[in-house]
C-alpha cells in the first residue's frame, strides 16, 4: 500500500522565522495527498490538500506543493506565528483505488517561541 | 460547517469494565467513519472502518471482540472497549467521510482520551 515519510521532530522556530517540514510519500498512481495539523489535547484539523500532481494546496499562509518528480509534498510557511505551535502530520489514501482509508506520517511537532 | 463530536473528552476507569465512546457528525450525515487510537507523541493508528447499516471492517491486528463498533445511524458511530486494561489506556480519535461534497476529506472527532487504571 501506499505510505509517507515525514521530517522527524521536533522542531522550534522564532516567530516570523520560514518554516519548512518535508514529506515524501511512495505511491501508486497520483492520489490526494494532505496536511492535517492536531493542537494539543485536540483532534485533528484539514490544513490543506492537493489533489494531483502539481496542484498547490494553501490555507491560513501554509502551503504545500505536490510535486510527482520528487514524490514530494513539503509544508511551508513564510513567517510563523506562536498560534501555529502543533503537531504537523502528512497523510494520503492507504491505496490508490481507496479515497478514503488515510495513512499518517509520523507527526512533527512545531513549537514557536516569541 | 463538517463538525464531528466525540463523547466523552476524558474517561477513567477501572481495570475490566467497559467503556463506550461516541461519535457524532454535527452538520452533515457519514456513511463512514474511521476510528483511529493514538499514542502518546506518536501518529494515528486506524483501527477500523465503521460503515452505517453493516459490520465494521477491523484493520490486523485489531481485535473485533475487544473493540465493538456500531454504527447505527448517518450521524453516530460508537466504540465500546470491553473489559478494559492498562494497555488499552489511549488517545482515541474519530473522523467521519461526509456522504456528500469532498469525498476524500476526512473531519476528525477531538479525541477521547482513554485511562484504565
Known amino acids: 500500500g501506499n505510505s509517507v515519510t515525514q521530517m522527524e521532530g521536533p522542531v522550534t522556530l522564532s516567530e516570523e522565522a520560514f518554516l519548512t517540514i518535508n514529506c515524501t510519500y511512495t505511491?501508486?498512481?497520483?492520489?490526494?495527498l494532505f496536511w492535517y495539523v492536531q493542537y494539543p489535547g485536540e483532534g485533528l484539523q484539514l490544513l490543506l490538500k492537493?489533489?494531483?500532481?502539481?496542484d498547490k494546496g494553501s490555507n491560513k499562509g501554509f502551503e504545500a506543493t505536490y510535486r510527482k518528480e520528487t514524490t514530494s509534498f513539503h509544508l511551508e510557511k513564510g513567517s510563523v506565528q506562536v498560534s501555529d505551535s502543533a503537531v504537523y502530520f502528512c497523510?494520503?489514501?492507504?491505496?490508490?483505488?481507496?479515497?478514503?482509508?488515510?495513512?499518517f506520517g509520523s507527526g512533527t511537532q512545531l513549537t514557536v517561541l516569541p | 460547517g463538517a463538525v464531528v463530536s466525540q463523547h466523552p473528552s476524558r474517561v477513567i476507569c477501572k481495570s475490566g469494565t467497559s467503556v463506550k465512546i461516541e461519535c457524532r457528525s454535527l452538520?452533515?450525515?457519514?456513511?463512514?467513519m474511521f476510528w483511529y487510537r493514538q499514542f502518546p507523541k506518536q501518529s494515528l493508528m486506524l483501527m477500523a472502518t465503521?460503515?452505517?447499516?453493516?459490520?465494521?471492517?477491523?484493520e490486523q491486528g485489531v481485535e473485533k471482540d475487544k473493540f465493538l463498533i456500531n454504527h447505527a445511524s448517518l450521524t453516530l458511530s460508537t466504540l465500546t472497549v470491553t473489559s478494559a486494561h492498562p494497555e488499552d489506556s489511549s488517545f482515541y480519535i474519530c473522523?467521519?467521510?461526509?456522504?456528500?461534497?469532498?469525498?476524500?476529506?476526512?473531519?476528525f472527532g477531538p479525541g477521547t482520551r482513554l485511562t484504565v487504571l
Open positions: 473522523s467521519a467521510l461526509p456522504q456528500r461534497g469532498y469525498p476524500d476529506t476526512q473531519y
Open positions: 505511491a501508486t498512481g497520483y492520489p490526494s
Open positions: 492537493a489533489t494531483k500532481a502539481d
Open positions: 497523510a494520503l489514501p492507504i491505496s490508490s483505488g481507496s479515497a478514503r482509508q488515510l495513512t
Open positions: 452538520d452533515f450525515q457519514a456513511t463512514t
Open positions: 465503521s460503515n452505517e447499516g453493516s459490520k465494521a471492517t477491523y
